[in-house]
């Protein structure tokens, strides 16, 4: 618009409303004086040539036009006046200055065509300039990924070349990079929601396949979209096809070293490296030192969202929760790393620090609360068998082992350590035979009546004896009144002859609900 009025054969031309709307970008010029269909020739951008015929009758109503130009994203009316209309009604000077659309009026002895072609002959001028400049800042870009350039160097290249800001946000790598021409547009970047920064500046999505990446932002509003430069525009969308070659190029390199890490990584777990071996991978590459302790973690993914039918689905969550849990482990324990195998997450983790109960007491809560956050996001199941901690590298396996048999017997917890199972390692080396007979030697009643008349009988004694004996506190887990628990014991007691009074009994007892629960 400002370089319009500056044309040399146009001096005589008034922005007489809409000044707040100079800014607004001419794409085309289009001449509208039939208004039978004329909303279908607009399609955003245009200086709209009238001669004011339809309105000379009754000028108040060309506030109407003056609004339907606006919800098309027109650049400005451009009218003639001493012909049909001597001069612009108030009202709609008005309404033209309430939405920014600029009316130009010119004087009598302007026909359409010595508009029309001066200003075409600037459009397509400026458009060659713009496409020039588009060219320039593509060629650059493409030039600075085959040179292996960063994504803060990427980012200050386009500021550089454009004089406008651009930052470029990963919400799944917590990452931010931007220029700093302008500190309303870095505060807002780093400080306000995304949704917020997505609703208020032009911006592209970084997307491979259904995985959204991040977002390339650029430092003009949406709100002023119709009035941004072809090559802004251009240079957000180059912008973005450069980033996805740039992280397409990181994630293959970082996909080619997960492989290799993750083979070497088993042939710690699964026994395919001779000790020498153990040692060096796990200095070489796991920058692991001879006095680190070790322990391995295991994590069953179990999916609970009945739409996660797909494969890749399922083992796209599986990498983002693998991350989200190594992070902890870091920050609470050392180092660490893992690998996924069937949905299973498998963590090797070292520090010189020995993994004492309040440690342990730590690491257990953090992570309790990461996997309710996880269940909750993504629909899943998670569950966690922790080995023993060692200090000879060779015993990686025995860890790995062990956390495999926390994994199995641990049902009713989220985390399981291995050398807190106590009588249930026990247990699990006993043939399953020998098993049976000691449960149906002392519940075998109570199961046959409980199929019978579904009184919960087994259920009210496991929690019973999850909870050291305490009535009341199993009645409020179960929902129900202490007398009806107790009722259920006495029941108990009278088909199996045991009393929870004697101390012998109790532990039978005990050890029949493990068996039941962990066994049968």
């Not at 790598?173 to 505060?187: G, I, M, Q, V, Y």
């Not at 957000?236 to 083979?263: A, F, M, P």
């Not at 309790?368 to 998670?382: A, P, R, T, V």
Request: charged fraction near 25%; aromatic fraction near 10%.
């Amino acid at each position: 618009m400002a370089s319009f009025l500056k044309i040399t054969q146009f001096n005589s031309f008034k922005l007489v409303a809409g000044k707040s709307g100079i800014t607004r970008d001419i794409k085309t010029v289009t001449v509208i004086d039939n208004l039978s269909g004329w909303e279908n020739w607009l399609y955003g951008g245009e200086l709209v040539l009238s001669s004011g015929f339809f309105w000379r009758d009754n000028p108040e109503e060309l506030e109407y036009f003056i609004r339907k130009l606006y919800t098309h994203n027109a650049a400005c009316l451009c009218i003639k006046i001493g012909r049909f209309l001597d001069h612009i009604p108030s009202n709609v000077i008005k309404v033209s200055d309430e939405l920014s659309l600029p009316i130009i009026t010119h004087p009598i002895n302007y026909g359409f065509a010595d508009i029309l072609i001066p200003t075409l002959s600037i459009i397509l001028k400026n458009r060659e300039l713009e496409l020039l400049k588009s060219y320039k800042i593509n060629k650059s870009l493409t030039n600075m990924v085959a040179n292996g350039a960063s994504i803060s160097q990427i980012i200050d290249a386009l500021q550089i070349m454009t004089n406008v800001d651009f930052a470029f946000v990963s919400p799944s790598n917590n990452e931010c990079f931007h220029s700093s021409l302008d500190d309303n547009f870095k505060n807002n970047i780093t400080k306000l929601p995304l949704e917020e920064n997505l609703r208020l500046y032009n911006c592209e999505e970084l997307k491979f396949g259904r995985n959204t990446y991040g977002y390339l932002f650029q430092n003009t509003f949406k709100k002023d979209t119709h009035s941004t430069p072809l090559f802004l525009k251009n240079s957000l969308i180059h912008g973005c096809t450069i980033l996805k070659l740039n992280l397409q190029q990181k994630v293959s390199n970082r996909n080619i070293e997960r492989r290799y890490k993750d083979e070497l990584f088993f042939d710690l777990l699964l026994n395919r490296s001779s000790i020498k071996e153990v040692s060096t991978l796990l200095k070489n590459f796991f920058e692991w030192t001879p006095e680190d302790k070790f322990f391995v973690s295991i994590i069953r993914v179990e999916s609970n969202d009945v739409t996660l039918t797909s494969k890749d689905d399922f083992d796209n969550i599986t990498n983002v929760v693998s991350l989200k849990i190594t992070k902890n482990i870091k920050e609470l324990y050392g180092n660490a790393f893992s690998a996924t195998l069937a949905h299973s997450i498998i963590t090797i983790s070292s520090s010189e620090k020995e993994l004492s109960l309040n440690l342990r007491k730590k690491l257990e809560e953090q992570l309790s609360q990461l996997f309710n956050e996880i269940e909750l996001e993504f629909g899943i199941k998670l569950i966690m068998g922790v080995g023993g901690v060692y200090d000879d590298a060779d015993k990686i396996r025995k860890s790995y082992k062990e956390a495999q048999e926390a994994l199995n017997l641990g049902h009713h917890s989220s985390i399981v350590f291995f050398d807190e199972l106590g009588v249930q390692k026990l247990l699990h080396s006993l043939p399953l035979n020998e098993l049976r007979s000691f449960f149906n030697n002392y519940l075998e009643e109570v199961l046959d009546y409980d199929k019978k008349h579904n009184l919960d009988l087994l259920k009210t004694l496991a929690k019973l004896v999850e909870n050291n004996w305490n009535y009341r506190r199993t009645a409020k887990i179960l929902g129900t009144h202490h007398n009806t628990v107790k009722y259920r014991v006495d029941t108990i007691q009278k088909l199996s002859g045991l009393s929870l009074d004697d101390h012998e009994d109790r532990l039978n007892i005990a050890l029949s609900m493990r068996i039941y629960l962990n066994h049968l």
